[in-house]
């Protein structure tokens, strides 16, 4: 199978897992994984752990597995309590970093607007930037799917064409498939990862397009990732259940590994 934006698995703990668990998911890891997963360079994991693990993570991961902070101020620094700055992820080697997740929009306040602005601020700092858009339950019944990514890649995601090596990452999360359970269907994931795509050719460019690797969130585990990362359009998956084991994270990189082919 074609897959010429290789594949990436990346891990969203959430708020789980501190220090000690994060040591022996990584120890567990170490043990299993082998290390010619990653020799062609087509497959890329990245873990996503709370703040207070980050170190940690960042310590005891191998060195094919990149480690990403769960959300940054757009400021470098200053009175923003209980946030954190790039140059305080990147004193700790850490240059991933995840973006309007829907959590971080639910419950957090965080809008189109203050997505948009740390994601401009940690590019411009040479992070990576896993950003993520996906519509609610009522908008996909309402038949507003597309409506809603319009907006939210106009308004959120920088421009793109400023970053044309792979460091923005599109991640398609519909909200409704979150921890319920509920998968998109491959057929309902390609659709719009498809849609995506194109919006991206029309606004960006054909290069730009190709180049941007869009990721699939909501509810992915071992046993349907397989299907997923069959659809064309679909570089990868932004996992959150499923990646806090060391076994079952290490089932969905054997799985990327498979559709590399
Ligand atoms: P889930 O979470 O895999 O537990 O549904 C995905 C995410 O929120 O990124």
């Not at 969203?12 to 501190?18: R, V, Y």
């Not at 719009?192 to 194109?198: A, E, K, L």
Request: net charge neutral; aromatic share 8%; charged share 25%.
């Amino acid at each position: 199978m074609k897959k010429p934006r290789g594949i990436l698995i990346a891990g969203n703990w959430k708020m789980n897992q501190g220090p000690r668990e994060t040591e022996q998911f990584f120890s567990q890891l170490k043990q299993m994984i082998r290390p010619d997963l990653f020799q062609k360079d087509l497959l890329k994991a990245c873990v996503i752990p709370p703040a207070v693990s980050l170190e940690k993570a960042k310590k005891e991961a191998p060195s094919y597995v990149q480690i990403g902070a769960q959300n940054a101020h757009w400021e470098k620094k200053g009175a923003f309590t209980g946030e954190l700055s790039g140059p305080l992820l990147q004193e700790l080697g850490i240059s991933w970093v995840l973006a309007g997740h829907s959590e971080r929009r639910q419950y957090f306040g965080e809008t189109d607007s203050t997505v948009r602005k740390r994601a401009e601020s940690l590019l411009g700092q040479g992070f990576r930037v896993i950003l993520c858009i996906g519509e609610t339950r009522s908008e996909r019944e309402s038949g507003k799917t597309e409506e809603v990514l319009d907006r939210q890649l106009s308004e959120t995601v920088p421009n793109l064409n400023s970053y044309l090596d792979g460091r923005v990452i599109l991640a398609y999360e519909p909200v409704w498939a979150i921890g319920t359970g509920l998968t998109a269907t491959p057929e309902q994931a390609e659709q719009v990862h498809h849609w995506i795509r194109n919006f991206l050719h029309q606004k960006t460019g054909l290069k730009t397009a190709e180049q941007t690797p869009v990721l699939y969130g909501g509810s992915v585990t071992p046993e349907n990732i397989d299907s997923l990362l069959k659809c064309p359009n679909v570089d990868g998956a932004l996992v959150g259940g499923a990646s806090l084991k060391a076994e079952s994270f290490y089932a969905l990189l054997e799985a990327g590994y498979k559709a590399i082919g």
